[in-house]
């Protein structure tokens, strides 16, 4: 008796662990908005971490290996991760679905005109860092509702409801993050790299430069020296930057000008305590209400 109640626990333990849904996701934010609507029926990776720069990551075969054992991959796309092909093609894993979560989003910043390295680092297809409006995390959480729910139709009601939660948590956060936001509407800020057109047409607020010369590209003497031209000129409140990039040269326009460099996390986990994309956006919409 105890033996039948052994292999039928077994057995128990094999067909649920089996009919979970292998998730990985390139990015943290995919990460926990995977796990938002996946809730228990998923199993969820990342590739790229919390505090690491998106754009470039290196090839290694321990991310190929967690891409052979998905059921799922999905990416921001839009060019974010060149990287990502090499090892979806290293992974051999045939049976691989790949969703790419811009499809739905509104994109910014497409060029217009020819296109050339001289531009840097250009998306043809749009700026890729549109997590950065809460109103697009709702877009990124259908389209995996709906992968998911395409994937394993016996728990596409759980799906649903998961997302139904998530959307009214958002909405809820939405309210407080745009009154805090109030008094930042309108006020210029220098951003280190182009990735914050989203938020600032979100929350109204005016994008008056980049430290980095052009998308991708390092900042230069030059280029710091007109930067440093532009803060005195205008009432400019503060750098914000990615917590990953080297911090040298906001310091030196800094030392310049005494404005304030804000460095931020722009991804789950991409800080001690930003444990989810709610938590992200909440630290993020307080550093820019809180410093200006
Ligand atoms: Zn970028």
């Known amino acids: 008796m105890k033996k039948i109640i052994l292999f039928v626990l077994i057995l128990l333990?094999?067909?649920?662990?089996?009919?979970?849904?292998?998730?990985?996701?390139?990015?943290?934010?995919?990460?926990?908005?995977?796990?938002?609507?996946?809730?228990d029926k998923v199993s969820v990776d990342y590739l790229c971490r919390g505090d690491?720069?998106?754009?470039?990551?290196?090839?290694?075969?321990?991310?190929?290996?967690?891409?052979?054992?998905?059921?799922?991959m999905f990416e921001i796309g839009?060019?974010?991760e060149l990287w990502a092909q090499q090892l979806i093609d290293g992974s051999r894993n045939s049976n691989l679905k790949i969703v790419d979560l811009s499809k739905e989003i509104e994109k910014k910043d497409i060029p217009t005109g020819k296109i050339d390295a001289s531009q840097g680092d250009i998306h043809p297809n749009g700026n890729p860092h549109y997590w950065l409006d809460p109103?697009?995390?709702?877009?990124?959480?259908q389209e995996i509702?709906?992968?998911?729910?395409?994937?394993?139709?016996?728990?596409?009601?759980?799906?649903?409801?998961?997302?139904?939660?998530?959307?009214?948590?958002?909405?809820?956060?939405?309210?407080?993050?745009?009154?805090?936001?109030?008094?930042?509407?309108?006020?210029?800020v220098i951003f280190f790299h182009a990735s914050w057109i989203y938020f600032a047409e979100h929350f109204g607020v005016k994008i008056a430069g980049y430290v980095e010369p052009k998308p991708g590209i390092p900042p230069t003497p030059s280029h710091?020296?007109?930067?440093?031209n532009l803060i005195k000129k205008n009432n400019i409140k503060f750098i914000v930057m990615e917590n990953f990039y080297s911090d040298n040269a906001p310091k030196q326009i800094s030392s310049a000008t005494g404005?304030?460099?804000?460095?931020?996390?722009?991804?789950?986990?991409?800080m001690e305590g930003?444990?989810?994309?709610?938590?992200?956006?909440?630290?993020?919409?307080n550093e820019f209400a809180g410093n200006i």
Do not use: C
Request: net charge neutral; hydrophobic share 45%; no cysteine.
């Open 224 to 228: 710091n020296a007109d930067v440093i």
């Open 145 to 188: 509702l709906d992968a998911l729910s395409e994937h394993d139709p016996v728990n596409a009601d759980y799906y649903n409801s998961n997302y139904n939660k998530f959307v009214k948590n958002l909405d809820e956060k939405m309210k407080q993050w745009e009154n805090k936001m109030k008094k930042v509407k309108g006020k210029p």
């Open 78 to 80: 839009l060019g974010l």
């Open 259 to 270: 404005i304030k460099v804000i460095k931020v996390p722009v991804a789950v986990f991409g």
């Open 135 to 141: 109103d697009n995390a709702k877009v990124i959480a």
């Open 13 to 39: 333990f094999q067909i649920t662990t089996f009919s979970e849904v292998k998730i990985v996701a390139t990015t943290t934010v995919i990460y926990d908005l995977v796990k938002q609507v996946g809730g």
């Open 274 to 285: 930003i444990n989810s994309y709610i938590d992200m956006m909440d630290y993020l919409i």
């Open 52 to 72: 690491q720069d998106p754009h470039f990551l290196e090839v290694l075969p321990s991310y190929m290996l967690k891409i052979r054992k998905a059921d799922i």
